[in-house]
Structures are given as structure tokens and as C-alpha cells.
């Protein structure tokens, strides 16, 4: 691919370290994002300010780049495929996003390929929820849910009434809860001539239905690994991905491992990439869209712990002095996105590189870090 001028449909912090990842690969970024201030607006050689589903100022940006890569998926996928007819090229190919977009297409489309993931359906009505599932039951918003906004965990009859009352339950993508020993995540990428690059295995945990921390490798077996592997390269392949795709997964106490959602882009899980692989997995997605070859995927130390750092207050600050003490911690990389702050808004994330005899302190350290963000 000539010229390797990449547009961005999505300015959030995905994008923006997507920015740093592009002039070594030779590249310049585009994005298309509603608000100057974005976070990867100060990254990009070009913007097209705009809605992420607004396809009129998609076709535009296609006017200053040779492929249109994806930061997030609340796109409007139709409006989209008159513009693949015109000759834009996507990358991951809206073939690959279309049955990902929304989660009850995802857990259909995962099921049909074989792939393990938790029994689910359409919302129905509360009886059938409660004599098919049960409770705990979790019911999703099928579109546009982030961090947890749109999934419930709903533990008895009398909130599944509640919710009921707000969201017309039909809508909604009913599955069993899963009482998982962990979660997992792997980042995984693909190019055009159909290359494979898997990261190592991460292990991420989420409270409130937001992730808090990862830490890589997991600590689990060789098995349990070779089965998250294979999963990510049966869906790389099936979806003919060309780009980079975030997986995460339940793991559970009798070692069963099933998906729980494929993000088509860059994902949390996988920050520590940024300090701690060869490559991060914003220059993977770059090299994979541009036709390069793709990078190694290793680790730089025997593990790498992530920690987010979520707002916890309304507030225009920078947090400098606590970001400062942060990297006091031997190893340790701060990543501030530059936007103000919001109760659990992600603000930034820090990163600590461990020997592989450290990696029992993980713990302890991410103990610390989230000890001086939120004291
Ligand atoms: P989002 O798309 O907003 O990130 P997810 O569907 O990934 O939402 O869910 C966020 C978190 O909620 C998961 O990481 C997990 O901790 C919890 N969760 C989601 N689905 C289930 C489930 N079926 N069983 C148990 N926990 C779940």
C-alpha cells in the first residue's frame, strides 16, 4: 500500500496512541471524531470533525487516505457499504464487523463457528428469563455499550421488574451468568496476506463491569492458553480479519473457556502492550491495515502489569502530583489521555515492566498504584 495515510473513524485515547505509533511506520493519521478537543486530535495530521456514524463525513476523510481503520464500532454499518461500493477500503472489511456489532448477532455468529460462549437468547418475557435462565441472569443492550453502560447483573425477579420498567427487556441480549474463576483477554491480529500474531494471554479484571487492571502473562496453565489461542485464531480466520482484534473470555472453575466479546480494534487488555511488547497493539493494527508485515508480539520483561486510571470525582485537574508518585514504582509508565475528569471515566493508565520472579508482587503493586490514584 502506497502513501500509508490511515484515517481513524473514533478520537479517543485508542486513536491517539494509535498517534504514536504512526510516524515510525511511516505513517500518517486521520481521525474522524465529534470534538476538537478528542484525545487524538493533537496526534493526527488531519481531522474530519464529525459523529463516528456520520457516513457523508466518512466519505470525506476517505478523500485524504489510503484505508479507514476503526478505533470504535458504534458506526452506522450500512450507510458505510455505499461507500465500499464507491472504493473505499476498510480495514478490518465491514464483511468482517458485520455480524460483531451487535452482541446477540456476535453470540450467534460465535456459536454457529463453534466457538464455546455462555448459553444466551433475546429478552423474553420475565417468566421465561426466569424458568430458562435463572438468576443471576445478565441482560445486555444489544448496541452501543461500553465499560459495562448496558450491561445489567440481575440477581432476582423483583430487578429483572425494576429494569423492566426502564428498558423494554426484548431489546436486550439475555445470558447466563457465568460464574467465572477469571477473566482473560488476548489481543489478536491479522494481515491481508494472512498472517498471525497473538500477544501472550492477559489476565484482566473488571469490577462494576469495568476493567481495573490486566496483568501478562496470565498465571494459568499451558492448556488453558493453547485454548485461548486457538479460539483467537479460528475467529481471525473465520472473520478474515486484517487488523487487530481484543478477545475476551471467561474462564471457569472446571477449565471451561468461552467467549465472552470480541472488540474489532485495539482494546484495554491490551495497554501493556504499549511498554511492555516489541510491538504495541497500536502499531499492530497499523502494520496490519498498511499491508506490513506484522510485528513481534513478545514480551520486552517476564510480565507487564496495567492499571487504569479511572476518574473517581468531576474535576478539571491533571492529577500530576499523584501520576508523579506513580512513577516513582521502578519500571513504571504513565499514560494521561488528557481529558477531565468523570466518576469512572478512564483518564489514563499506568504500566510496571516485572522480572519473571516479580510477577508475584503484581498484586501487591497494583495494590499501590490504585492506593495513590484514588487516596
Ligand atoms: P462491555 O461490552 O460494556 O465491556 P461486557 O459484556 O464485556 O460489557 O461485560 C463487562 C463485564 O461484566 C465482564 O467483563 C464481566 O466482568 C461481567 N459480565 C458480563 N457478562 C457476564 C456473564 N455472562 N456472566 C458473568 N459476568 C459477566
Not at 212 to 225: E, G, L, N, S
Not at 338 to 351: E, F, M, N, V, W
Request: one cysteine or more; aromatic letters at 8%.
Amino acid at each position: 500500500m502506497k502513501g500509508k495515510r490511515v484515517g481513524v473513524i473514533g478520537g479517543g485515547q485508542l486513536a491517539w496512541m494509535m498517534g504514536s505509533a504512526a510516524p515510525s511506520l511511516n505513517i500518517k493519521l486521520l481521525v474522524q471524531t465529534p470534538s476538537q478537543d478528542d484525545p487524538a486530535v493533537s496526534r493526527a495530521s488531519g481531522l474530519v470533525q464529525a459523529a463516528i456514524d456520520d457516513a457523508e463525513a466518512t466519505a470525506k476523510l476517505a478523500t485524504f487516505c489510503d484505508v479507514i481503520t476503526f478505533e470504535n464500532e458504534f458506526i452506522d454499518l450500512e450507510a458505510l457499504q455505499k461507500l465500499v461500493q464507491q472504493g473505499v477500503c476498510f480495514r478490518p472489511s465491514l464483511d468482517t464487523l458485520a455480524p460483531l456489532l451487535d452482541k446477540y448477532h456476535q453470540r450467534s455468529y460465535l456459536k454457529d463457528i463453534g466457538v464455546p460462549v455462555p448459553k444466551f437468547n433475546l429478552g423474553s418475557s420475565s417468566e421465561d428469563i426466569t424458568s430458562n435462565f435463572g438468576f443471576p441472569v445478565v441482560l445486555k443492550a444489544r448496541r452501543h455499550g461500553y465499560d459495562g453502560q448496558g450491561t445489567f447483573i440481575i440477581k432476582d425477579a423483583q430487578a429483572l421488574n425494576i429494569l423492566a420498567q426502564h428498558v423494554p427487556i426484548p431489546e436486550l441480549l439475555v445470558e447466563e451468568f457465568i460464574p467465572f474463576e477469571r477473566e482473560l483477554g488476548i489481543i489478536a491480529a491479522r494481515n491481508a496476506s494472512g498472517e498471525i500474531a497473538l500477544y501472550p494471554v492477559t489476565e484482566t479484571y473488571q469490577q462494576n463491569q469495568v476493567c481495573h487492571w490486566t496483568i501478562t502473562p496470565a498465571d494459568i496453565d499451558d492448556q488453558i492458553a493453547t485454548k485461548v489461542k486457538a479460539i483467537a485464531r479460528t475467529i481471525l480466520e473465520q472473520l478474515q480479519v486484517v487488523g487487530v482484534l481484543g478477545i475476551e473470555f471467561f474462564l471457569t472453575a472446571d477449565r471451561r473457556v468461552l467467549v465472552n466479546e470480541i472488540a474489532p480494534r485495539t482494546h484495554n487488555s491490551g495497554h501493556y502492550t504499549l511498554d511492555g511488547c516489541h510491538t504495541s497493539q497500536f502499531a499492530m493494527q497499523l502494520r496490519a491495515v498498511t499491508d506490513l508485515p506484522l510485528g513481534d508480539t513478545n514480551l520486552k520483561s517476564g510480565g507487564a502489569l496495567m492499571v487504569n486510571l479511572l476518574g473517581f470525582e468531576e474535576s478539571a485537574s491533571d492529577y500530576l502530583e499523584k501520576r508523579d508518585r506513580i512513577l516513582e514504582i521502578p519500571h513504571s509508565f504513565v499514560h494521561w489521555y488528557g481529558k477531565s475528569s468523570r466518576p469512572g471515566r478512564k483518564l489514563g493508565h499506568a504500566t510496571v515492566l516485572l522480572d519473571a520472579e516479580q510477577m508475584a508482587q503484581a498484586p501487591s503493586i497494583i495494590k499501590k498504584i490504585e492506593s495513590i490514584w484514588y487516596k
